[in-house]
């Protein structure tokens, strides 16, 4: 089992900044991935970065060059530092954490970007 926490949303202007932060516990050496994702209003969830055990990274197109995903393993924590905030970055983001075949989730932070 994996427990996942996420923290670090909250109100921003338009671009602006924010850094959110997911704390992992329970089965650490398992995750093989983990990542971000996010869930607008009335839209599907949708994956957003993912960062590998071996450090690779890959992003949406919607926030390449604005959003860069990062880990600290020392104490697993994976964060989502995010510039240039746009009003349709606002959403429920989640942590996600793939471990032994199953997909673990946070209980999501909520960002609004708005002025």
């Known amino acids: 089992q994996v427990h996942l926490v996420e923290s670090g949303g909250g109100l921003v202007q338009p671009g602006g900044s924010l850094r959110l932060s997911c704390a992992a516990s329970?089965?650490?050496?398992?995750?093989?991935?983990r990542g971000w994702y996010r869930q607008a209003p009335g839209k599907q969830r949708e994956v957003i970065a993912i960062?590998?055990?071996?450090?690779?990274?890959d992003y949406a197109d919607s926030v390449k060059g604005r959003f860069t995903i990062s880990r600290d393993n020392a104490k697993n924590t994976v964060d989502l530092q995010m510039n240039s905030l746009k009003p349709e970055d606002t959403a429920v983001y989640y942590c996600?954490?793939?471990?032994?075949?199953?997909?673990?989730w946070g209980q999501g932070t909520q960002v609004t970007v708005s002025s």
């Open positions: 960062i590998t055990n071996d450090g690779i990274t």
């Open positions: 996600n954490a793939v471990a032994s075949l199953r997909s673990y």
């Open positions: 329970g089965s650490i050496s398992s995750i093989l991935v």
